[in-house]
């Protein structure tokens, strides 16, 4: 026997049992983006490999080692896997003027790829809901989508999400951090672990994401990112907590919080759960009003935020949520040349009437596709034979609850089921 072909690792199928609750989430998700005026946009997953080098950062974990580039044969270029879409949709933004028109709020869904090693909650192909304000500068529009993401979690009813904040500072203040930061862990080379030696000249804020443990002493007494801000940037930053406060949003201060991507500045934040372990961030984003230029537009304030659409299911599968339960109105069993004939034309008479049919393939004796209709859940059958054909009538026989089974004609037992 031929060996079966399995999927990529990392790599998932969304079976028929989970539809129900991504289609609930997309639901609600694409509701409250209206509820504030967010459009949709769709970018491609492929694009131009620098366009990722160019904004995410070259000394990244992101582009340095997760990403899924490859040569495009015909032509030589570098094409990768989007690993995120703020790249995509700011490329977007520019390429067709968006901006224009005045400053955009944008969202996307979809999959991402980051070939990182999979765990639960972590995979190779994941998706996000991103969202975008293009065009304002902060931090009012900041301060909205961090309300956006407070009012997404009381929808879904989730109430164990953390918001942690920090501010990164202007990128003059980020030098002068810089400075000191790299002064401090040069001081303690030895004990630095070889990812942290390899960004301590490269990309020295990155060493304070270590996940190392054994890091964890040095990275606690390092200077603090707060103390190097720049009068601008700790107005808005403190603008920001006030509006925080004002909309009733809970968070905390973590001066150690840093992203790994490099387009940020002014704040930037994230959403945790203690619920998931080590992937425990569902939600994160910030500022980035240098990206424009950086990948080539002219410069635009923007900020946005991405959840991981696999952790928040795994939160609602895990908690409150239950799958919506929408049987069939109808199943529709058939026999006889003329009966399978007409069956077909009553099914579709059926859904014209605005009701959920489902016409029985596969052949079998009434018996045996009664089973399957009582099976399916629908909440009747809808029998059909010769006879039935030859008077145009169907035979209804209610499954969910006693009942006759009655003869009559396909307008009035579409309307008794309507009213059922
Ligand atoms: P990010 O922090 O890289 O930010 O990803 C956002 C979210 O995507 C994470 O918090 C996590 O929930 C989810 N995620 C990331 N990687 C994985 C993975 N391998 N498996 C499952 N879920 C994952 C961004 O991507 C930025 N573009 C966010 C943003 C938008 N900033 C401004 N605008």
């Known amino acids: 026997m031929t060996q079966p072909i399995q999927a990529v690792r990392g790599m998932n199928d969304v079976l028929p049992a989970e539809s129900p609750l991504w289609e ?32 995410i950062g070259e000394v990244t974990d992101i582009v340095e080692k997760e990403m899924y580039t490859f040569v495009d044969h015909l032509n030589g270029e570098s094409l990768t896997l989007r690993p995120e879409g703020t790249a995509s949709c700011v490329r977007a ?13 944008l969202y996307y869904s979809g999959p991402m790829f980051r070939h990182e090693r999979p765990q639960k909650g972590r995979y190779r192909q994941f998706h996000q809901v991103g969202v975008e304000a293009l065009g304002f500068p902060g931090p009012e529009v900041d301060a ?6 407070a009012r997404l979690w009381k929808q879904l009813g989730l109430g164990d999400i953390r918001l942690e904040i920090n501010t990164l500072g202007s990128s003059a203040s980020r030098g002068r951090y810089r400075a000191r930061l790299v002064k401090y862990l040069e001081g303690h080379a030895a004990r630095l672990d070889e990812d942290a030696k390899r960004r301590l000249h490269s990309n020295p804020l990155r060493v304070l994401d270590s996940k190392n443990p054994a890091m964890r002493e040095v990275i606690a007494g390092a200077p603090r990112m707060l103390d190097d801000l720049d009068e601008g940037s700790l ?12 909309a009733g949003v809970a968070f905390e201060i973590n001066p150690r919080l840093v992203r790994g991507l490099d387009y940020y500045n002014d704040a930037v934040y994230e959403w945790t759960t203690a619920r998931l372990g080590a992937q425990a961030t569902v939600c994160a984003g910030g500022r980035y009003d240098g990206l424009f230029e950086q990948i080539g537009g002219k410069p635009a304030p923007a900020c946005g935020f991405a959840m991981g659409v696999e952790r928040i299911l795994t939160l609602l599968a895990d908690g409150r949520w239950r799958e919506p339960h929408a049987p069939a109105d109808a199943y529709v069993v058939h026999a006889g040349e003329k009966g399978d004939r007409f069956a077909w034309s009553v099914a579709e008479r059926l859904r014209e009437a605005g009701l959920k049919a489902i016409f029985h393939c596969g052949g079998g004796s009434f018996k045996s596709q009664m089973k399957r209709a009582d099976s399916s859940g629908a909440r009747y059958a809808v029998i059909v034979g010769d006879d039935e054909a030859a008077r145009g009538t169907i035979s209804l026989k209610p499954l969910r609850q006693p009942g006759e089974q009655i003869t009559l004609g396909v307008d009035e037992a579409a309307a008794l089921i309507r009213a059922a």
């Open 235 to 246: 107005q808005s930053f403190e603008s920001l907590q006030s509006l925080l406060r004002v």
């Open 24 to 55: 609930f989430f997309e639901d609600s998700v694409r509701r409250w983006l209206s509820q504030y005026g967010y459009r949709g946009i769709r970018m491609p997953v492929l694009e131009k490999t620098e366009l990722f080098v160019r904004s």
């Open 93 to 105: 933004a520019i390429e067709h003027n968006l901006l224009y028109h005045g400053p955009q709020r």
């Open 144 to 149: 909205e989508q961090v309300v956006m993401g």
